[in-house]
């Protein structure tokens, strides 16, 4: 099926993943283990690899909080009444997760490379690899409207 029309791409592509204080390798060890291991929910979750997460009792150098400007959750600058084409995908390790826009409902067109008929979602689930393409029309008052993530199936520590 075609992509419906819209005006302009999203300014990026949007990425989400979990964040642990443990290295991949004490993680994957842990999950190897008989018995099992679990390494425990993430410490942050982040979009386009910023978010909150203080860092500062795993890092020596206390360089990852919400004033380091490298850390600081990201804005995406749009213009209101317009619909953008944004690409979402997860490179989650073990979390399975959610993303959605305050205040704005997404039309999914696109799942893993494909075109799909458009499903109309106020949030998108995403597991480790998936992508997805959506249209949101920005149709609220101009503002500041949070892009958030979340856990899905676990507490929400994070």
């Not at 600081?72 to 600058?77: L, S, W």
């Not at 979390?95 to 696109?110: F, K, P």
């Amino acid at each position: 099926e075609p992509l419906p029309p819209y005006d302009e791409e999203f300014p990026d592509v949007v990425s989400v993943n979990d964040w642990y204080h443990e290295s991949y390798i004490n993680q994957r060890v842990g999950l190897q283990q008989t018995p099992f291991r679990w390494v425990g929910n993430p410490q942050s979750l982040l979009i386009n690899g910023r978010g909150k997460f203080p860092c500062d009792a795993a890092l020596p150098c206390k360089r990852c909080n919400e004033s380091n400007p490298n850390c600081a959750t990201p804005v995406f600058e749009v213009q209101a009444g317009r619909t953008y084409r944004i690409r979402v995908f997860s490179a989650a390790q073990l979390a399975y997760l959610t993303l959605g826009i305050e205040g704005h409902a997404m039309t999914i067109v696109q799942a893993e490379a494909g075109y799909v008929k458009p499903v109309d979602v106020d949030y998108l689930d995403l597991n480790s690899g998936m992508s997805y393409s959506v249209l949101v029309t920005f149709d609220q008052p101009p503002g500041t409207y949070r892009m958030e993530t979340k856990m899905r199936l676990r507490n929400n520590e994070v």
